[in-house]
C-alpha cells in the first residue's frame, strides 16, 4: 500500500481514537461535573436567548445532551477508521457498553457525579452520528472521485 494507503488511515485513527479515549475517561471521571465552572453562565446566556425568540425547548438539559451527542460522534468515526474490518453495529454496541461502564463508575466512585440513562442514550447516539456523518463524507468523495485523483499520484 502507498503513502496514505489503508494501513496507514488504520493506524493514525487508531492513535487518534486512543488519545481521545484517554481525555474522555479524564472528563467521564472528573470528581465533580465538568460543566460546574460554566454552568451559572450558561443559563443566563439562554435566559438571554431565550428573551429575544431561541424557543424554550432549548434549555440546559438540552444543551447537556446535545454536548453528550457530540462528545461521542467523534469515537464513532475514528472507531469506524481504526476497524473498517469491524460491523458497525460492534461499534455501537462498544459505544453503549463504554458509556454504561463511565456511569456506574460515576455511580460507584463520584458521589459529586449524577449518573444517567440519558446519558448513555446520548453517547450511543453520538457514536451512531459520527458513523453516520463518516459515510456520508466517505460516499460523498467517491462520488467526486477523489479515489481516482489519489490512485495517478502527485504526477498525474
Known amino acids: 500500500m502507498g503513502k496514505w494507503g489503508q494501513s496507514n ?5 487508531r492513535v487518534l481514537l486512543a488519545i481521545y479515549l484517554v481525555g474522555l475517561a479524564g472528563v467521564a471521571f472528573w470528581p465533580s461535573p465538568v460543566d460546574r465552572p460554566v454552568a451559572g453562565r450558561l443559563q443566563t446566556v439562554l435566559f438571554a436567548l431565550h428573551k429575544v425568540g431561541l424557543p424554550i425547548l432549548i434549555n440546559y438539559s438540552f444543551v447537556e445532551f446535545a454536548s453528550n451527542i ?4 467523534p469515537i464513532g468515526a475514528l472507531a469506524t477508521l481504526a476497524f473498517p474490518a469491524s460491523h458497525r453495529g460492534r461499534i455501537v454496541l462498544s459505544a453503549f457498553l463504554m458509556s454504561c461502564g463511565m456511569e456506574l463508575g460515576q455511580m460507584l466512585f463520584l458521589h ?4 444517567s440513562a440519558m446519558d448513555i442514550v446520548a453517547n450511543t447516539s453520538g457514536a451512531m452520528l459520527g458513523i453516520w456523518v463518516l459515510g456520508v463524507v466517505e460516499d460523498w468523495l467517491r462520488r467526486a472521485d477523489f479515489d481516482r485523483l489519489n490512485q495517478r499520484g502527485p504526477t498525474g
Open 70 to 73: 457530540l462528545m461521542f460522534a
Open 9 to 13: 488511515t488504520e493506524r493514525v485513527a
Open 112 to 115: 459529586d457525579r449524577v449518573p
